[in-house]
Structures are given as C-alpha cells and as structure tokens.
C-alpha cells in the first residue's frame, strides 16, 4: 500500500514562514522603539525618515497579520484532510496510531 503525502513541503514552508513572522515581528519592534527614542528630533530630515518608517511599520504589521491568518487557513485545512483520511480508513489509521505508540513506548522505556 503506497501513501502520498502531498503536504510534507507545505511543513517546510510553514517553519519557513514561522521564521519569517518571527523576524518580522522583531524587526517592527525595533522599528517601533526607533521611532520613539526619535520623537523628540526636530530636523525635516528626521521627520521624513519617521513618517517613511511609519508607513513601512504599518505595512510590516499587516503582513503580519496576513500571513497568520494564511497560516491559520492552512492548518484548517490540513486538519480537515486529516479527518477526512481517518474517517477514510478507521482501521488503518487505529493501527498506524497503535504502531507509533508502542514504537514511542520502547523508545522512551530504553532511556
């Protein structure tokens, strides 16, 4: 019997993206701390540099916030095709999730 995952690329790409939010998060932090130690510098220069890292900021926090939500849709939807392959075969899925506790079981008793 021969299984194809279609979904063992997606969980790369899904710590890859985990990494990217990650730095993102950080990098709008810094971004957000500079404007504020910023704030009292009158210059025009600096006010330009403050209202470009604003905007920047803004558009940093909404990516964010896509690509969380797609990170959420994608979960969905790998829970769904989850469900729909066990429900597809009950008794496969019992002994495959039977199989991998006894493995776990020996694994965890050797050490």
């Not at 025009?44 to 890292?53: C, F, G, I, T, V």
């Not at 392959?85 to 002994?95: D, Q």
Request: glycine share 6%; with cysteine.
């Amino acid at each position: 019997m021969e299984t194809h995952f279609p979904n063992v690329e997606s969980s790369e790409t899904r710590v890859a993206v985990d990494r990217i939010l990650a730095d993102l998060r950080t990098l709008a932090r810094d971004a957000e701390e500079l404007l504020n130690a910023t704030a009292g510098d009158a210059s025009e220069k600096a006010s330009a540099a403050r209202a470009r890292l604003s905007a920047a900021l803004e558009k940093a926090w909404g990516t964010c916030s896509d690509l969380q939500e797609q990170g959420l849709t994608a979960a969905r939807a790998a829970a769904r095709k989850a469900d729909d392959a066990i429900r597809a075969r009950p008794y496969e899925s019992i002994g495959i999730a039977f199989g991998a506790g006894l493995l776990l079981g020996v694994l965890l008793k050797r050490k």
